[in-house]
């Protein structure tokens, strides 16, 4: 049921929501006179549309044998349709003929704004407040032929009057009334507007005492210094900043001038180890392992076993597969060790 009573509101609002506001030639007169139709344009009243369709018909006549035009009386056909009759003169014989006019229908706005009375203005704090709420809208609203309801009401922006601190206004909406959308005469309506606002804006002063020194020094003595006497810093430029651009790392890595610094560089530490005591005592070291590891022979043994002469040498081929790298760990470590007794002098 509920559903049901929302689908009539919205049929009822969708084709409800138009009210007439104004006179205008209807479609056939349009056809027949456009001209004419268009400088009459639209009017309050079918007695104002006919008086001036008569003026523009005069002011566009072309036939000089055609004189005397004048309006005549509006026959009601309903409450949106009217015939309006008019005449002119032809060689002394006077012709009648009439126009259709329509009451024109205009899309009401679905709400509307209106400035509300004058009431009391009342200081809080550093605010001030509007004795004045939306509840106190009584009556429905007439605008430009629309009828808005006093019952939707809602408030908007509420300001001082302009000039005054004890005074102020509210804006409020209102929204249409779709079930009966047009109404008359103009009736609650006042256009919205702006005044001063509820929070004055404070004065944040003028830095104490026009801007003078507010500590009470001598705002840096009578200096006698050739630049910047009598207290002053001597600068009256403008700090400026270039930016040098964007770094280009690349080409820092690719330039052949750092490349060749870098191998100069790398070749002189070498040849300053090698030099240093350290260094002398590491190579010699190293000398004395591949030495004496070329003077060595692997230890075999012969066995005679059940008349068969074995001969024990399978770790010999073992021990040169793995020689250089036990070879490179032993360097490693005494290396290690070499270099913290060295340090630790």
Same mark, same amino acid.
């Given at each position: 049921?509920?559903?049901?009573?929302?689908?009539?509101?919205?049929?009822?609002?969708?084709?409800?929501?138009?009210?007439?506001?104004?006179?205008?030639?209807?479609?056939?007169?349009?056809?027949?006179?456009?001209?004419?139709?268009?400088?009459?344009?639209?009017?309050?009243?079918?007695?104002?549309?006919?008086?001036?369709?008569?003026?523009?018909?005069?002011?566009?006549?072309?036939?000089?044998?055609?004189?005397?035009?004048?309006?005549?009386?509006?026959?009601?056909?309903?409450?949106?349709?009217?015939?309006?009759?008019?005449?002119?003169?032809?060689?002394?014989?006077?012709?009648?003929?009439?126009?259709?006019?329509?009451?024109?229908?205009?899309?009401?706005?679905?709400?509307?704004?209106?400035?509300?009375?004058?009431?009391?203005?009342?200081?809080?704090?550093?605010?001030?407040?509007?004795?004045?709420?939306?509840?106190?809208?009584?009556?429905? +609203?007439?605008? #430009? @032929?629309? =009828?808005?309801?006093?019952?939707?009401? !809602? *408030?908007? /922006?509420?300001?001082?009057?302009?000039?005054?601190?004890?005074?102020?206004?509210?804006?409020?909406? +209102?929204?249409? #009334? @779709?079930? =009966?959308?047009?109404?008359?005469?103009? !009736? *609650?309506? /006042?256009?919205?507007?702006?005044?001063?606002?509820?929070?004055?804006?404070?004065?944040?002063?003028?830095?104490?005492?026009?801007?003078?020194?507010?500590?009470?020094?001598?705002?840096? *003595?009578?200096?006698?210094?050739?630049?910047?006497?009598?207290?002053?810093?001597?600068?009256?430029?403008?700090?400026?900043?270039?930016?040098?651009?964007?770094?280009?790392?690349?080409?820092?890595?690719?330039?052949?001038?750092?490349?060749?610094?870098?191998?100069?560089?790398?070749?002189?530490?070498?040849?300053?180890?090698?030099?240093?005591?350290?260094?002398?005592?590491?190579?010699?070291?190293?000398?004395?392992?591949?030495?004496?590891?070329?003077?060595?022979?692997?230890?075999?043994?012969?066995?005679?076993?059940?008349?068969?002469?074995?001969?024990?040498?399978?770790?010999?081929?073992?021990?040169?597969?793995?020689?250089?790298?036990?070879?490179?760990?032993?360097?490693?470590?005494?290396?290690?060790?070499?270099?913290?007794?060295?340090?630790?002098?």
């Amino acid at each position: 049921m509920k559903r049901l009573y929302l689908l009539l509101i919205f049929f009822v609002s969708l084709f409800s929501s138009s009210a007439f506001a104004g006179w205008k030639c209807n479609s056939s007169t349009i056809a027949g006179y456009p001209s004419q139709c268009s400088r009459a344009g639209v009017q309050d009243t079918p007695e104002s549309l006919i008086a001036a369709f008569v003026d523009a018909v005069i002011a566009l006549n072309t036939n000089v044998n055609r004189k005397d035009y004048k309006a005549g009386v509006c026959t009601m056909n309903g409450t949106t349709n009217a015939i309006c009759a008019y005449s002119w003169t032809s060689f002394g014989t006077v012709m009648n003929n009439s126009i259709g006019a329509i009451k024109e229908a205009i899309v009401c706005p679905d709400t509307v704004e209106v400035r509300g009375p004058n009431a009391a203005a009342i200081k809080s704090g550093d605010k001030y407040y509007v004795a004045w709420s939306v509840n106190s809208v009584t009556a429905d +609203v007439c605008h #430009n @032929s629309c =009828s808005y309801l006093a019952s939707s009401a !809602s *408030g908007s /922006t509420c300001y001082l009057s302009p000039g005054a601190t004890d005074t102020g206004f509210c804006n409020f909406v +209102v929204g249409l #009334n @779709s079930a =009966s959308p047009s109404c008359g005469a103009e !009736s *609650g309506y /006042t256009a919205p507007s702006v005044g001063d606002p509820l929070t004055p804006v404070t004065d944040p002063g003028n830095g104490g005492d026009d801007g003078s020194n507010p500590g009470g020094g001598d705002d840096g *003595g009578d200096g006698d210094g050739s630049d910047g006497g009598d207290g002053d810093s001597g600068f009256d430029g403008e700090l400026s900043f270039k930016n040098p651009g964007a770094l280009e790392g690349d080409a820092i890595l690719d330039s052949e001038v750092n490349a060749v610094h870098y191998g100069v560089f790398v070749r002189g530490m070498e040849v300053d180890l090698n030099e240093s005591g350290f260094g002398k005592a590491l190579i010699e070291f190293k000398e004395k392992m591949a030495a004496g590891g070329s003077q060595a022979a692997c230890p075999t043994a012969d066995v005679y076993l059940l008349g068969t002469m074995i001969t024990f040498d399978a770790h010999c081929a073992l021990f040169d597969s793995v020689s250089p790298i036990l070879a490179a760990v032993f360097l490693a470590a005494w290396s290690i060790l070499a270099l913290r007794v060295f340090l630790s002098a």
